[in-house]
């Protein structure tokens, strides 16, 4: 069974930078698609940026430009690197791995989340 683990949020003010990644661990053999989501207090949880197995990047229109999401097939890891902070990217961020290969089939797993506060 695959876990992932996130790292990387705080507290930043605006304008600022911060870089989430996140870490599956267990026997994997492949990832499909990987994929940042995050939540707003009192939102729904909404898609950020997905990258697929060959690099392919997706970004939702608000982040597009400043957020660049990257993945380290090898090691099983995705990172996001948020830059030019807005107040609006205050959140809980969670990482998202579909189409994870294991040696039971495909699964899908969340990472806990890790908040990120952008103060003005």
């Known amino acids: 069974q695959a876990q992932l683990v996130e790292s990387g949020g705080g507290l930043v003010q605006v304008g600022g930078s911060l870089r989430l990644s996140c870490a599956a661990s267990?026997?994997?053999?492949?990832?499909?698609?990987m994929n940042w989501y995050r939540q707003a207090s009192g939102k729904q949880r909404e898609l950020v940026a997905a990258?697929?197995?060959?690099?392919?990047?997706h970004y939702a229109d608000s982040v597009k430009g400043r957020f660049t999401i990257s993945r380290d097939n090898a090691k099983n890891t995705m990172s996001l690197q948020m830059n030019n902070l807005k107040s609006d990217d205050t959140a809980v961020y969670y990482c998202?791995?579909?189409?994870?290969?294991?040696?039971?089939?495909?699964?899908?797993?969340w990472g806990q989340g890790t908040l990120v506060t952008v103060s003005s």
């Open positions: 267990g026997t994997i053999f492949n990832i499909y698609t």
């Open positions: 998202n791995f579909e189409g994870i290969a294991t040696r039971t089939g495909y699964l899908s797993a």
């Open positions: 990258i697929s197995s060959d690099g392919s990047p």
